[in-house]
């Protein structure tokens, strides 16, 4: 496999992308950002020979009061996003928040992540103008590739 594209999807989805060092089982993160569904079907491949697409699948919290028509349309991007992904030739996985961090709050969830970086892979991420912190789906986008990439 010669990349990882790990997608956290939402009205601003966070992508990041992976690309195998030269060492085989060495993962580096080459870029993480922000975008909408748009934005991602539009963008030219990013990375050549076999690629994995990790998409976040969102599931039904009984506790949490987030309404099913939000949930209803971030499965509708997963499906497109899977589709498109399939067409042209990715290989696609679909894996739930459980699956990949547990239930790890979110707090201490991207401390890990960020820990889990080299300085240079920090130094790529970028930070909201406004707020000067980093965009949360944007970082679990990186954490998901970071477990993609079975860095974490």
Known sequence: MGGVIA??????????????????????????LTMTEREILERPRQLLGDVLVVIELPVIYPTRKTPPADLIDLAVMVGDLRGFYRRHGFEVRLVTPRNWKGTVPKSIHNKRTLAALTPEERALLPRRPRARDYDHNMLDAVGLGLWGTKRT
């Open 7 to 32: 997608i956290d999807p939402g009205k601003r989805s966070g992508v990041a992308l992976f690309r195998r060092a030269l060492l085989a089982d060495d993962w580096r993160l080459v870029e993480a």
